[in-house]
């Protein structure tokens, strides 16, 4: 079993409060990571998909850094809103044979207004 | 994006009986597709991989003949429950995979057996 770690497990903040979650992951055998944000009743809705070492990549208000060397990635979300409220999931490809993803458990992020 | 529909969201089964859920790419043709499993408070559990036109590959502990897979189409991939029992109450949730290696979702189901 792969051991995939997010934290934190839950997060409340207020409107506007900008935050940050870690996903870590085993740096053998990386092929990429990506990160989802599923809100409840919906599909999970894909944000990043990062390969590079020293990868930064952006989508609004939301950024993702990724280290693979030491196995981390950083979600940022800048002066956060009420619809931001989701559950982000981190899921590295570990295997390159298989190509299935590996999920973490979650940051479950509520922003109050 | 892609999209990739679920059907039925939920459903309620007696103990005994079999149940299909249907996982569907909209817009884009998937070779592979995948079932996941999720439990109260845990992560998104591999179940196994759906490729179309021949046998899915299923992860360590998870039983293929009670849970069947079907790919018949590059749209289209079906996961059979049968014989189900309360410990089979879950979320199922697939996905489908684009040619770049993209993943998109489907909405999940929820099953549960009484």
């Known amino acids: 079993i792969l051991n995939v770690e997010q934290s934190p497990q839950s997060l409340h903040v207020q409107e506007g409060d900008?935050?940050?979650f870690t996903c870590?992951?085993?740096s053998s055998n990386f092929y990429a990571l990506h990160w989802y944000r599923w809100e409840t009743a919906k599909s999970p809705e894909a944000l990043f998909v990062m390969t590079l070492n020293g990868d930064e990549k952006k989508k609004g208000r939301i950024s993702a850094t990724l280290n693979t060397k030491e196995g981390y990635s950083y979600l940022y979300i800048?002066?956060?809103q009420p619809e931001d409220s989701a559950t982000y999931l981190c899921a590295p490809y570990l295997d390159t044979g298989r190509r299935a993803l590996t999920f973490g458990s979650g940051t479950r992020l509520q922003v109050q207004p | 994006g892609a999209v990739v529909s679920q059907h039925p969201s939920r459903v309620i089964c007696k103990s005994g009986t079999s149940v299909k859920?249907?996982?569907?790419?909209l817009d884009f043709q998937a070779t592979t597709m995948f079932w996941y499993r999720q439990f109260p408070k845990q992560s998104l559990m591999l179940m196994a991989t759906s490729n179309e036109g021949s046998k899915a590959t299923y992860e360590q502990g998870v039983e293929k003949d009670k849970f069947l897979i079907n790919h018949a189409s590059l749209t289209l991939s079906t996961l059979t429950v049968t014989s189900a029992h309360p410990e089979d109450s879950s979320f199922y949730i697939c996905s489908a995979k684009t040619g770049r290696d993209?993943?998109?979702f489907g909405p999940g189901t929820r099953l549960t057996v009484t």
């Open chain 1, 18 to 20: 900008s935050t940050n």
């Open chain 1, 24 to 26: 870590s992951f085993p």
């Open chain 1, 78 to 80: 800048k002066g956060s």
């Open chain 2, 21 to 25: 859920i249907e996982c569907r790419s």
């Open chain 2, 102 to 104: 993209e993943q998109y």
